[in-house]
């Protein structure tokens, strides 16, 4: 046991008088525990709720006591693990592992509790715990940056990813406006070529096609397109030429004659005959046959179509062939000519010349039927 006044002169020396004056019954402990060869190094009070007045770093223990024995602590210097320190406004925490179990006080931040760190950081190692947690919230910091970089990396690689396809799609835009613009150009320009609506009569059977909507267009001099129900086909026609007859009620035979030069031209003559029946009924029909021959095939395309004034018109102007155009013209004034023998043998019928046997026979005859 150490004698008494002798501690309380050191322990004054450390913490001062006053604070000495209150702690008799904690000095009287430590001279119940303060080994003879132990020397005293440093010594603090403790702080808050702590129920050790005093802390004593000695040269080989760290001491806690209190007002009962029974609160007394020691600690080996040598067996403290992991030891660290917080410094706050008022206090001083000292954490630190001993015999696997955690110790966790506190002592005054006041001018003694400053000294008793430092002495106590030259007895064991000490990790300064507000340095740690700094580095921790460094690190941390540190964490949330390249998250933070990362999602941002990530963001403008997105957003050059929409951009991109902003650029594809205004791209797509743009190719779809040009084609637009390019067909509706191109309807332009097609509206200025040779354009006709036909209402065919007679001759079908002759074409390749199905329908009851038809539209030739003339896009090359000479040459026609057909349209059927609105669908564009790619067979292309040579147009020969078109013959007219104004008025089918006026001119029967006329179209008989033409209908002769359907069947010289390569046709059949019963579209005519349908023609002359409905002429015998009264009808106002103007029609016109088309001569056109099938650019691929070589094949003759007679068709009888309803021609009115606008439709004579509008089939003015389209070019024919060049090249088969002056055979058409002799062929369309022989076809002429058989209507005139036969419009003579009509007038021999209705002057009882002749019977309507020999009349149907003759006709027939120059018809070819």
Known sequence: MHYIPYLKNTVSSFIGKTKTNNMSKQIENLSAILLEDESIISICTGAGVFKYPLVILTDHRLLTVGKDATDNQSY???????????????????????ASSPVDFCIDSYKEGKRFIAHL??????????AVQQQQKNQEQEAKNLAMAKEH?????LNKERQQQKDEERKIRSEKNRERIDRMKQKLEDRKLPRL????????????????????????????????NKQDKSDVYYFMG????????????????????????????????????????????????????EKATGK???????????????????????????????????????????????????????????????????LGI
């Open 76 to 98: 080996v210097i040598d067996k403290i693990e992991s030891a660290s320190i917080l410094e706050k406004t008022t206090k001083i925490n000292i954490t630190f592992n001993y």
């Open 121 to 130: 950081e030259d007895a064991i190692p000490i990790e300064d715990k507000k």
């Open 153 to 157: 990396e990530k963001k403008l690689e």
């Open 197 to 228: 609506k036909l209402q065919i009569l007679n001759g079908h059977s002759k074409l390749k096609y199905v329908g009851k909507h038809f539209i030739i267009t003339q896009k090359t001099p000479g040459e026609i397109l057909f349209t059927v």
């Open 242 to 293: 078109f013959d007219r007859t104004e008025n089918i009620k006026k001119s029967t035979l006329d179209v008989m004659g033409k209908a002769y030069l359907g069947r010289a031209f390569g046709g059949k003559i019963g579209a005519m005959g349908a023609a002359v029946g409905s002429a015998a009924k009264g009808e106002d029909k103007s029609t016109a046959m088309l001569f056109l021959v």
């Open 300 to 366: 003759d395309i007679p068709l009888v179509i309803k021609c009115d004034s606008a439709t004579l018109e509008k089939l003015s102007l389209f070019i024919p062939h060049a090249k088969d155009s002056t055979p058409q013209k002799e062929t369309v004034s022989q076809a002429k000519s058989v209507a005139s023998e036969i419009k003579e043998f009509k007038e021999l019928l209705d002057m009882d010349a002749i019977t309507q046997d020999e009349f149907d026979a003759k006709k027939k005859q120059l």
